[in-house]
Antibody, heavy 119, light 107 residues
Framework: EVQLVQSGAEVKKPGESLKISCKAF????????IGWVRQMPGKGLEWMGIIYPGDSDTKYSPSFQGQVTFSADKSNNAAYMQWSSLKASDTAMYYC????????????WGQGTLVTVSS | DIQMTQSPSTLSASVGDRVTITCRAS??????LAWYQQKPGKAPKLLIS???ILDSGVPSRFSGTGSGTEFTLTISSLQPDDFATYYC?????????FGQGTKVEIK
């Protein structure tokens, strides 16, 4: 069974750094893209970008380019998203999800990681 | 970016009703459109890809049609489990974009 398990909720202060994870189970991690989706409180879904764990090729949405960094660890079957300096406006639920190809829908989703940034 | 516009934003319906949600794109998508269902506090779930292909395990009361710039998701007979928010997503070009969502509420 395909499963994506995300790290737990985080509470951070503005300016702090953060790295959240998405661990994959039940399929060959290096042959599917992993994407990240933001959902701000009470709002819709935003496609942030994707990473191919096989070679760490990444594609960022222009809206998120330079704001976050994706990475992947093949030995751990895990993908990561990190911020170097959080802002209050980064407060949101973040989902990781799997795609077969770069331009495909997300066919399996993680449970989400809630990130709260507040002073 | 390709803009996606869903209508209506909210829909009130009863169990057994036929429900239709529309998604319009700012440019032609061919058939590269997906639909997702999201329940409160849960991750989205893929229902339909490439306009009309039901994902594994999705009940046959869900169907998708359309091409070009106009697409519809139809639930033929609304069930209690179907009260949720539905999103369309284009994946014709980077970066893929979602519609703003349609909340299906109990009437």
């Amino acid at each position: 069974e395909v499963q994506l398990v995300q790290s737990g909720a985080e509470v951070k202060k503005p300016g702090e750094s953060l790295k959240i994870s998405c661990k994959a189970f039940g399929y060959r991690f290096t042959t599917y893209w992993i994407g990240w989706v933001r959902q701000m409180p009470g709002k819709g879904l935003e496609w942030m970008g994707i990473i191919y764990p096989g070679d760490s090729d990444t594609k960022y949405s222009p809206s998120f380019q330079g704001q976050v960094t994706f990475s992947a660890d093949k030995s751990n079957n895990a993908a990561y998203m990190q911020w170097s300096s959080l802002k209050a406006s980064d407060t949101a639920m973040y989902y990781c999800a799997r795609l077969r190809d770069g331009l495909q829908p997300f066919d399996s989703w993680g449970q989400g990681t809630l990130v709260t940034v507040s002073s | 970016d390709i803009q996606m516009t869903q209508s209506p934003s909210t829909l009130s319906a009863s169990v057994g009703d036929r429900v239709t949600i529309t998604c319009r794109a700012s440019q032609s998508l061919s058939s590269w459109l997906a639909w997702y269902q999201q329940k409160p506090g849960k991750a989205p779930k893929l229902l339909i890809s490439k306009t009309s292909i039901l994902d594994s395990g999705v009940p046959s009361r869900f169907s998708g049609t359309g091409s070009g710039t106009e697409f519809t998701l139809t639930i033929s007979s609304l069930q209690p489990d179907d009260f949720a928010t539905y999103y369309c997503q284009q994946y014709k070009s980077y970066s893929p974009t979602f519609g703003q969502g349609t909340k299906v509420e109990i009437k």
